[in-house]
C-alpha cells in the first residue's frame, strides 16, 4: 500500500485572473508557510514531483531542501493553458462585454465553448492523466512506506479525482461545485487491486476556502450527486476530518 499526496500550491502574488500557463511566483512566506504545515505531520516523503511552474516548482524545491528529497519537474502536471486570455486579469477582461461573454460561456460549458488559443479540456485531461500514470507505474504500491508528494494545480488535482471516482471531467459542475484550496491537501491509497479516496482538499493552512466536506454539504447533496450524473460513491466518503487525520 502506498500513498500519495497532492498538494496544491499557495496563493498566487498576483491579481485574481486565470492563471494557467502563466508563470506567476508565490511568495516565499507563503511557500515556508505551506512547508512547515505539511512538515508538522510526520509524512516521511519518499518521492516528490511537481508541475515546474514556478508557483509549484519553487514549493516543491523548498520541501525537497527539508526532506532531502530531490523533486521531479513533470510537464504534464502544468495546469490548462488558458490560451488568449491566460493570466489577465479578470478586471481588465471585464472592461470588453464581448470577452466577458466569451469567458461566461466558457465557465458553463468549457467542453462546447473553448477560450481563444486555449489547451481543449479534453487534451488536457490527457496530457494530465499521462502525467498521472507516469508516477503510478514508478510507485511501489506493495511498500507500506511509500510516500509520494505531488505539488500540483487545481484544475490537474480535479482531472486526477475526476479519473480515479470515474467522474465526467466534462462535466461544467465539477469545476465550479468543487473548491480544491490553495495550500490544500488530497490524500490517495493505492494497493495492488484499488485504489482509494482518503480525503479532498484538506487545508493546511487557516483559510476562508471551503474543503470538500464543506462544498458536499452545501452543494454535493445526495439528490445533486445524482442529478448532476457525479458517482453515488461520493456519498459514502467519511467526513473530512477523519480520513486526512495523518495530514
Given at each position: 500500500?502506498?500513498?500519495?499526496?497532492?498538494?496544491?500550491?499557495?496563493?498566487?502574488?498576483?491579481?485574481?485572473?486565470?492563471?494557467?500557463?502563466?508563470?506567476?511566483?508565490?511568495?516565499?512566506?507563503?511557500?515556508?508557510?505551506?512547508?512547515?504545515?505539511?512538515?508538522?505531520?510526520?509524512?516521511?516523503?519518499?518521492?516528490?514531483?511537481?508541475?515546474?511552474?514556478?508557483?509549484?516548482?519553487?514549493?516543491?524545491?523548498?520541501?525537497?531542501?527539508?526532506?532531502?528529497?530531490?523533486?521531479?519537474?513533470?510537464?504534464?502536471?502544468?495546469?490548462?493553458?488558458?490560451?488568449?486570455?491566460?493570466?489577465?486579469?479578470?478586471?481588465?477582461?471585464?472592461?470588453?462585454?464581448?470577452?466577458?461573454?466569451?469567458?461566461?460561456?466558457?465557465?458553463?460549458?468549457?467542453?462546447?465553448?473553448?477560450?481563444?488559443?486555449?489547451?481543449?479540456?479534453?487534451?488536457?485531461?490527457?496530457?494530465?492523466?499521462?502525467?498521472?500514470?507516469?508516477?503510478?507505474?514508478?510507485?511501489?504500491?506493495?511498500?507500506?512506506?511509500?510516500?509520494?508528494?505531488?505539488?500540483?494545480h487545481g484544475g490537474?488535482?480535479?482531472?486526477?479525482?475526476?479519473?480515479?471516482?470515474?467522474?465526467?471531467?466534462?462535466?461544467?459542475?465539477?469545476?465550479?461545485?468543487?473548491?480544491?484550496?490553495?495550500?490544500s491537501v488530497t490524500?490517495?491509497?493505492?494497493?495492488?487491486?484499488?485504489?482509494?479516496?482518503?480525503?479532498?482538499?484538506?487545508?493546511?493552512?487557516?483559510?476562508?476556502?471551503?474543503?470538500?466536506?464543506?462544498?458536499?454539504?452545501?452543494?454535493?447533496?445526495?439528490?445533486?450527486?445524482?442529478?448532476?450524473?457525479?458517482?453515488?460513491?461520493?456519498?459514502?466518503?467519511?467526513?473530512?476530518?477523519?480520513?486526512?487525520?495523518?495530514?
Open positions: 500500500m502506498a500513498n500519495l499526496y497532492l498538494l496544491r500550491h499557495g496563493k498566487v502574488a498576483g491579481e485574481a485572473a486565470l492563471y494557467g500557463h502563466t508563470d506567476v511566483e508565490v511568495l516565499a512566506q507563503t511557500n515556508q508557510e505551506i512547508v512547515d504545515a505539511f512538515i508538522e505531520q510526520n509524512i516521511p516523503v519518499t518521492r516528490l514531483y511537481s508541475s515546474p511552474l514556478k508557483r509549484c516548482a519553487s514549493l516543491a524545491h523548498v520541501i525537497s531542501e527539508q526532506t532531502s528529497c530531490k523533486v521531479e519537474l513533470l510537464n504534464g502536471l502544468k495546469e490548462m493553458n488558458f490560451g488568449q486570455y491566460d493570466g489577465i486579469s479578470f478586471d481588465d477582461l471585464y472592461q470588453d462585454k464581448e470577452v466577458w461573454s466569451q469567458l461566461e460561456r466558457f465557465w458553463q460549458n468549457p467542453v462546447q465553448h473553448p477560450l481563444p488559443q486555449a489547451e481543449l479540456l479534453t487534451g488536457f485531461s490527457y496530457r494530465v492523466n499521462g502525467a498521472w500514470q507516469s508516477i503510478i507505474e514508478k510507485v511501489n504500491v506493495s511498500d507500506a512506506n511509500e510516500n509520494v508528494l505531488v505539488v500540483c490537474v488535482i480535479r482531472m486526477i479525482l475526476a479519473h480515479l471516482l470515474n467522474v465526467d471531467f466534462r462535466n461544467p459542475l465539477w469545476y465550479t461545485q468543487l473548491a480544491i484550496a490553495n495550500g490524500s490517495i491509497e493505492i494497493n495492488q487491486k484499488n485504489t482509494r479516496i482518503k480525503g479532498i482538499a484538506k487545508p493546511l493552512l487557516a483559510c476562508d476556502s471551503p474543503s470538500f466536506e464543506d462544498t458536499a454539504n452545501k452543494n454535493l447533496n445526495a439528490e445533486s450527486i445524482k442529478q448532476q450524473g457525479f458517482p453515488e460513491s461520493l456519498l459514502t466518503l467519511p467526513p473530512i476530518d477523519n480520513f486526512l487525520e495523518s495530514i
